[in-house]
Nanobody, 115 residues
Framework: QVQLVESGGGLVQPGGSLRLSCAAS????????MGWYRQAPGMQRELVAV???????NYADSVKGRFTISVDYAGNTVYLEMNSLKPEDTAVYYC?????????WGQGTQVTVSS
C-alpha cells in the first residue's frame, strides 16, 4: 500500500522560509517521478516542482529561484525547501508520486504566508 505523508507546513511571514517533507512508503523512488503541487482556495491544483528518477528537476515559473525539490533516497523522503515566501504562495501543498503511470497523493499540508 502506497502512503505519502506530508509535514512541515505552517504560518510564516513574507520573506520567510519553510521546508516541507513527504515521507513515502510502498513505492520505489527509482521508478517514480516525485513532485509537489499546491492548491489555493478557489483555484485549481497546480504543479510546483517535480524530480525524475534521474534527478532532473522542473519548477513552476512562479517559484523558480526560490523553491528547491530534493530527494533522500535512503530515507524515502522528498523535500521542498521554500525561501523568500510570498502571500501568493499560500495554499495546501500536496506530495505526488507517479510510478509508471500510477498516481498517488498525500493528504496535504497547509502553508500560510501572512504578516
Amino acid at each position: 500500500q502506497v502512503q505519502l505523508v506530508e509535514s512541515g507546513g505552517g504560518l510564516v511571514q513574507p520573506g520567510g522560509s519553510l521546508r516541507l517533507s513527504c515521507a513515502a512508503s510502498g513505492i520505489s523512488f527509482g521508478l517514480s517521478v516525485m513532485g509537489w503541487y499546491r492548491q489555493a482556495p478557489g483555484m485549481q491544483r497546480e504543479l510546483v516542482a517535480v524530480v525524475t528518477p534521474g534527478g532532473i528537476t522542473n519548477y513552476a515559473d512562479s517559484v523558480k529561484g526560490r523553491f528547491t525539490i530534493s530527494v533522500d533516497y535512503a530515507g524515502n523522503t522528498v523535500y521542498l525547501e521554500m525561501n523568500s515566501l510570498k502571500p501568493e504562495d499560500t495554499a495546501v501543498y500536496y506530495c505526488n508520486a507517479n510510478q509508471m503511470g500510477r498516481v498517488y497523493w498525500g493528504q496535504g499540508t497547509q502553508v500560510t504566508v501572512s504578516s
